[in-house]
């Protein structure tokens, strides 16, 4: 699933970089010092993402956006809307502080706070010699911004994460988790193994849904776990803002667009 965008190069040059992303972004943000004065860069976002409304079906609580970090830091130092009825999108982002380290897609929650990021648009440590006048050029074409798109990306997928156990081949209460839709089938609506009468996802009641169980149940709450395995204490990434994430998707409809 792999999905080239390409970073056009400068207005002078219109040179094309071949330098191609992913659609799941680790999130990882790489360390160092920039020296460069940052206000006079400008990033312009053009082209077209996959359901981009999305996020606003979840209520008010999380908004997509084109947004500035500096290293390390998961708010914003500078960010645009998305908007949720935009078919092609021509967003530009100026101004920047100095601080700012990546530009990224990403969705932030009510306190501005980064919930999932789907790609680094552009990083100042990795093009140290930009020239501040060349405009940097994203072109968007088609991602999918979806909620579980972010949540697979996110949560699911990576090293660490679900696939160490839930991969393909024998996985623990045969559930597989890998390729978005196919992680996505098995939990939607599919009966629990370990406890039974109950759904993995049941859309619109997390608190009955087995997945936002096994994400929020630690041993030390002194309940014996059907699923035998405390993911809490021993998964990584199943922290407060991912818990939430969950709920709040499986009570919007846990949908997949
Ligand atoms: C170290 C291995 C391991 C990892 C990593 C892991 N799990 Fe599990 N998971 C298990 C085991 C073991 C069970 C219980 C199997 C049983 O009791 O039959 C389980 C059960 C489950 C169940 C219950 C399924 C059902 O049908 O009742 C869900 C949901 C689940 N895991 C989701 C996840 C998610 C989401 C992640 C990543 C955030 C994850 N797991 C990571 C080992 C793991």
Known sequence: MDKNSKILLGLVSMLVLGLSFTS?????????????????????????LTNVSS?????????????????????????????PSAESLDITLSG??????????CAINSIYKRVVSYDTIFSFQDNPGWDPRDTIFYEADGQDVS?????YCKLLAGKGKC???HGSGNAPADLHLVGKEASYSELVAMESKT?????????GDAENSILYRVATTAKSDGVTLP??????????????????LLRDWITAGAKID
């Open 163 to 165: 696939f160490r156990c």
């Open 96 to 105: 920047m502080e100095n601080s700012v380290s990546t530009i990224e897609l």
């Open 24 to 48: 799941c972004d680790d999130g990882d943000i790489a360390e160092a010092k920039s020296m460069t004065l940052k206000d006079g860069y400008v990033v312009r976002l053009t082209g077209s």
């Open 195 to 203: 406890t039974p009468g109950f759904k993995r996802v049941s859309p």
């Open 55 to 83: 996020w606003s079906s979840l209520g008010k609580s999380y908004t997509l956006v084109v947004a500035g970090f500096a290293e390390g830091d998961s708010f914003p130092t500078i960010s645009k809307i998305i908007p």
């Open 147 to 151: 909620v579980y798109n972010g949540i």
């Open 227 to 244: 699923w035998h395995y405390d993911h809490v204490s021993n998964v990584d990434g199943l922290d407060y803002n991912n818990q939430k």
